[in-house]
């Protein structure tokens, strides 16, 4: 340090240009040697920079010493003047660490500004979830609940005493940590506040009234649950009143008895419909009942019964009608033989007596010659013509 004083208060009087050592040598004459080190950072916080420096010996005949005079008495051009000293910005942290790679500060906690030179106040908005109290030596932060840390930037874990609300029940996600899964009808960070119709909370179709502080939907029959969330199947027994259920999940239909109508067969069909067509109605917790005029019949007296009785047909009739047109079948088919028969005998195709024919004439003369005689011999025997087919034997 020495040595560097000395030098800035005489170097124009020395044969040095940029004294750094004792002496200088003539044989170190018009020679750039070594960098110094880096001087200390200095200048206002964003023009701040540092300065190294290298020594040249400049000849001693030289009279006025500057780097112009030197460079030219050592045959030097006067561009390589730069290499006597150089300069690179830098930055002092007053309240911080220095990050090199990008020349930055990080400061510590109560401090903000490019050199951390400038201490945080309330005016500034350092508590994220939370209020602000300035102190003398910088600000205090009080977090909301769910919060910690120093400028409550911090969200906790459920395990740090958090409570969720209405029935609400409280899940760790890691980042940003807690968080409560709250009920149909609350929401909130902490299921603190009610739902109401203005939120539109129902779904599928559900129509939401306001009841006191909160709500309530009417769910469409296909589906239920607090904002008809769930949808009805026919396992469900939807259908009342012994209604008859079919379809998907979501979307089933009800079959109704004829005393009832609606939806899910929910509402009572009353003689104010007028339901009976040919009668008399009278209302019952069930439903109508029609007393029917004497032609008609049916639960709303619509079926005429001389006209029912005109068309019904007795359960046998099917295989009457089976009988006869087999019959007329079989008579068709015998005509149309006895047809054929008798053109055959006609035309001589049949004509002529078989053996077989002969055979049944010999057997029955002799059946004649036996009913004459009155004593039949008792060693001769009865003729084989005894045995007589009928014309009904074949």
């Known amino acids: 340090m020495l040595r560097v004083a000395f030098f800035l208060f005489t170097f124009s009087f020395f044969c040095k240009f940029n004294v750094i050592s004792g002496d200088c040598l003539t044989d170190k004459d018009c020679v750039f040697h070594d960098w110094m080190s880096w001087q200390d950072c200095s200048g206002q916080c964003g023009n701040q920079m540092q300065i190294r420096q290298r020594e040249f010996c400049c000849p001693e005949h030289v009279q006025n010493k500057n780097r112009v005079n030197c460079l030219g008495a050592c045959s030097i051009a006067l561009s390589e003047s730069s290499k006597f000293d150089e300069s690179r910005p830098c930055r002092v942290c007053d309240e911080g660490h220095l ?186 917790p069930t439903g109508f009942k029609c007393a029917c005029e004497s032609s008609y019949t049916g639960v709303q007296c619509d079926t005429d019964i001389d006209q029912a009785n005109e068309l019904l047909l007795p359960e046998w009739f099917p295989y009457l009608e089976y009988t006869l047109l087999s019959m007329v079948s079989l008579v068709g088919v015998m005509a149309m033989g006895c047809f054929f028969l008798k053109c055959c005998q006609a035309f001589g195709v049949i004509g002529k007596k078989d053996d077989d024919d002969e055979d049944h004439e010999n057997q029955y003369e002799d059946y004649k010659r036996y009913k004459r005689d009155s004593i039949v011999p008792l060693d001769h025997r009865k003729p084989p013509s005894f045995k007589i087919h009928t014309g009904l034997e074949f």
């Open 99 to 284: 990050v090199a790679a990008s020349n930055t500060c990080v400061c510590n906690h109560g401090y903000r500004g490019p050199c951390c030179g400038d201490v945080v106040r309330c005016s500034d908005n350092p508590c994220k979830h939370g209020t602000c109290k300035d102190t003398t030596s910088s600000f205090v932060c009080t977090c909301d609940p769910g919060y910690e840390g120093v400028d409550c930037d911090t969200r906790k874990a459920c395990s740090g005493g958090i409570s969720c609300q209405h029935g609400g029940s409280c899940r760790d996600t890691g980042s940003p940590g807690f968080q409560c899964h709250c009920t149909r009808k609350y929401n909130g960070e902490f299921c603190e506040n009610a739902l109401t119709c203005h939120d539109a909370p129902c779904l599928n179709g559900g129509i939401c009234t306001d009841v006191g502080s909160s709500f309530q939907c009417k769910c469409p029959y296909t589906h239920t649950g607090d904002v008809c969330e769930a949808a009805l199947s026919c396992s469900d027994t939807p259908c009342q009143n012994l209604g008859t259920c079919s379809g998907p999940l979501g979307n089933f239909r009800c079959n109704c008895p004829p005393t009832y109508k609606g939806d899910i067969c929910d509402t009572v069909i009353t003689c104010a419909s007028q339901p009976c067509q040919h009668g008399t109605c009278t209302d019952s």
